[in-house]
């Protein structure tokens, strides 16, 4: 029994593709997505197309991330007096764009946390941050690990959400992250894409899982280049910047970004509300992050 796990693809076809070209010559019997289909990169047909296209070929378990909840609480639609703030909404407006009202019909009906169930095997627990928040991070020693833990019945967990791959082993609970397809956190230069195989046996009656994290490199330039004629540079400036740096292979995440050009502009203006985040401070941010300053 094996199982491919993926998950933030944040709408990064490209590497996707590599993904599923390569788990077509494995002998994959079920796939799992952990959310996060939409976000920084402009593939969100294809990337919906190809989960679309698996669910009626193998068994799939699908859950949905804190970027779908976006789309669903309507951050991407309407909202004139934002026009102002294109590097912060920028991004939710260009996904909600692409996704057709029956995109959105499928995403609403994800569940938050699913549990997969092989005969003869231990279940596994699936989440995007943790079972019961989209955007809760689990991490290895996390202050919440033992509260989240003891309210799982399952002995495995599944979650995404952080962009890094990770094998944990707390309080009597196994967790993997398979890491990000699309936007990984990882050392300066090495940018693949990240997903996890895992193997179900069963030995001496008894099921185990075993977990095989693969990393693929793929064309990162081609990934750029997309962006850049899809209009992303107009449509979400900084935001944009921010991603082409985390293709880069830069250690940054656009919400650390963000959180800068906020406490930029509160300094400015004594106040600062989301999304309304002026242009200036999220340069002044962008050039923070480039300078290694955050
Ligand atoms: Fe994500």
Redesign the pocket.
């Known amino acids: 029994m094996n199982i491919a796990v993926l998950s ?1 693809i ?1 709408g990064n076809h490209i590497a996707l593709e590599v993904c599923m070209a390569y788990l077509a010559k494995q002998d994959i019997d079920a796939y799992c997505f952990l959310g ?1 289909y939409v ?1 920084e990169l402009p593939g969100i047909r294809q990337t919906m197309d190809i989960v679309y296209d698996l669910q009626g070929k193998l068994p799939c378990h699908i859950i949905r ?3 779908e909840d976006y789309q669903l609480y309507g951050l991407g639609e309407g909202h004139p007096e934002w026009d102002l703030y294109p590097s912060t909404v920028g991004m939710l407006r260009y996904a909600r764009q692409h996704l057709t009202q029956e995109d959105i019909t499928f995403l609403a009906a994800l569940p938050i946390t699913d549990c997969i169930r092989v005969d003869g095997m231990e279940p596994i627990r699936i989440c995007h941050g943790s079972h019961r928040a989209v955007k809760e991070d689990i991490r290895p020693g996390g202050s919440q690990n033992r509260e989240i833990f003891a309210e799982v019945e399952e002995k495995y967990l599944l979650c ?2 952080t ?1 890094m791959a990770m094998d944990i082993w707390e309080y009597g609970k196994t967790v993997w992250n398979p890491g ?1 397809v699309g ?1 990984p956190i990882i050392e300066e230069g090495s940018m693949k894409a990240q997903f996890m195989i895992l193997h179900g046996e069963k030995r001496c009656g008894k099921g185990e899982w075993t977990p095989e994290f693969v990393a693929l490199d793929y064309d990162i330039e081609y990934v750029i280049r997309d962006m850049r004629e899809k209009g992303l540079y107009e449509t979400a400036p900084y935001w944009s910047r921010v991603t082409e740096s985390i293709l880069r292979g830069k250690r940054t995440t656009q919400g650390r970004v963000l959180c800068r050009a906020m406490e930029l502009c509160e300094q400015e203006n004594g106040r600062c509300d989301w999304p309304e985040v002026p242009e200036n401070c999220w340069e002044r941010a962008y050039e923070d992050m480039k300078r290694g300053k955050i």
């Open positions: 933030d944040h996060d976000g991330g804190n970027k995404g959400h962009h990000s936007l």
